[in-house]
């Protein structure tokens, strides 16, 4: 009895110690290691690829889209549709985008898909202007004629067939920070007449800030929205 009695707070007292170091490992001394090497070899990353104005303000992530909208006319209608800002570059069609946060204003609202396939709403095999309300189709179709119609200025026509599919199209996650150099090109010329740039200017602006492929053969070119507006706004003194 006594023999039992023994080895049972034997292994009660082996398990609190195996507890308390394994605790204290992986508890305190592995985190604080990770977190370490982690701000000393990867401090932006580790920080959530922050973004910063002139300022110094952080005014976003590298990582997650923003949306450029004008404030609603109503506040308190929650059915209002938004209306995009056009003197800023605009991001993908999305409905997990926040709002501005060039101007300060930046709230997350949700991440996902449509979860639709590509030919929802397709009529014999198609998307038209006859597709069905609330189908991917007529989400395309309409983004895509909105698209032509904020972006055509008096010197410039966008043509249909100049749209890129992510100009009305989102990602996967709905979050997407960034937009092909093509619909960053399509914007130029509305982005420079709204703030009364010239085009090269702008131009340049864009190829200034457009990412080739990862390591030259990864993923597409691309253009972080964010960064290319927070240049705009410095250019422009807004």
């Known amino acids: ?3 039992s009695v023994g080895n049972t707070a034997r292994l009660i007292g082996a398990g609190l110690r195996a507890l308390l170091v394994l605790t204290v490992i992986c508890g305190v001394i592995y985190p604080l290691a990770v977190t370490g090497i982690a701000q000393a070899l990867f401090n932006d990353k580790a920080n959530g690829s922050e973004i910063k104005d002139k300022s110094g303000q952080v ?3 590298s990582l997650i889209g923003q949306s450029y909208n004008l404030p609603k006319k109503d506040p308190n209608d929650a059915e209002e549709a938004a209306r995009p800002d056009l003197k800023w570059f605009q991001p993908r069609p999305s409905n997990g985008l926040g709002s501005n946060s060039v101007n ?3 709230s997350l609202i949700l991440s996902g898909a449509t979860n639709r396939s590509a030919d929802n709403g397709a009529i014999d095999g198609k998307c ?3 597709a069905e309300e609330g189908t991917l189709c007529a989400q395309v179709v309409a983004a895509k004629d909105a698209v032509i119609a904020d972006n055509s200025t008096a010197s410039y026509q966008v043509k249909p067939e100049d749209v890129p599919a ?3 199209t989102s990602s996967g996650s709905g979050l997407d920070p960034n937009i092909s150099p093509e619909y960053a090109e399509l914007q130029v010329h509305r982005v420079a007449e709204q703030n009364k740039l010239d085009v090269k200017q702008v131009e340049k602006l864009v190829a200034d800030h457009t990412t ?3 390591l030259g053969f990864m993923g597409e070119p691309r ?3 964010l960064q290319l507006n927070i240049a705009l706004k410095a250019l422009t003194g807004l």
């Open 104 to 106: 300060t204003q930046y």
């Open 128 to 130: 038209t202007d006859k």
């Open 59 to 61: 005014v976003g992530s």
């Open 1 to 3: 009895m006594n023999n």
């Open 223 to 225: 253009v972080n929205v």
């Open 166 to 168: 992510d100009a009305v």
């Open 212 to 214: 080739g492929r990862t």
